[in-house]
C-alpha cells in the first residue's frame, strides 16, 4: 500500500502515510501473519475486507470456499520473492551439495514453477490464472531491508505512527 501510495498518490512520504493510516483505521484485527488474517475473515467472519498474500486469497476463493468471496488485485503491488538459500556450512558438513543445489534449481524450473502456480504461488514467468499486476521491488522505493526495517519497523518507525491497537489511527503530522 505504501508503495501504490508513492507510485499512483503523489509520490511522497506523507502522502503514503496518509493513506496506509486511512487502511489501518478500518482494521478490526491485526493479526500476526497472513494466515491467521486468513482465518479471522474466513472462518470468525471479522471484516470486510482481506487484505493478504495473494495465495492466501486464491486459496480460500478458489478452494477453501470457491464463489463466496471476490479477489480484487491491484493495479500496483511489492514484489515478493520469499529468498531460498543452500547454507554452505550445513551441506558439506551433511553432504547434501548436490542434492540441495538440484532442488534449488527444480524450483525455477518450469515443473517447479507449475507446482507452485498450483498452490497459488505466482510463477517468474505469467502463468494462466494470474492477473497482469505491474509489480515494483523493494530496492526501488526503499534502497534495502535495512532501510525499509529501519523507517517503517523500527521503534518509532511509520508504522507506530500509523497503528494504535484498540484506537483510531492517526497520521502522523
Known sequence: AWGFALRRKGGDA????????????????LDTGARG???????????????????????????????EFQI????LSILAEPPVALVDQVVDKNGTR???????EYLYAPEGQAIAARHYYRPRAPAAGFPKM????????????????AEHFSDGGSFDRIYQPGARAEAAP
Not at 506523507?14 to 484485527?29: D, G, H, L, S
Not at 467472519?45 to 470457491?66: H, K, Q, S, T
Not at 548436490?98 to 534449488?104: D, K
Not at 505491474?134 to 526495517?149: C, D, I, P, S, V
Open 98 to 104: 548436490r542434492l540441495a543445489q538440484a532442488y534449488l
Open 14 to 29: 506523507r502522502t503514503a502515510q496518509e493513506f496506509v493510516a486511512k487502511i489501518f483505521r478500518n482494521v478490526p484485527v
Open 134 to 149: 505491474k509489480a515494483f521491488t523493494l530496492a526501488e522505493l526503499f534502497g534495502n531491508w535495512g532501510r525499509a526495517q
Open 72 to 75: 480484487v488485485t491491484p493495479s
Open 37 to 67: 488474517a486468513t482465518i479471522t475473515f474466513v472462518e470468525r467472519g471479522i471484516g470486510d475486507v482481506l487484505i493478504a498474500w495473494e495465495n492466501e486469497a486464491m486459496l480460500v476463493a478458489r478452494r477453501m470456499r470457491p464463489g
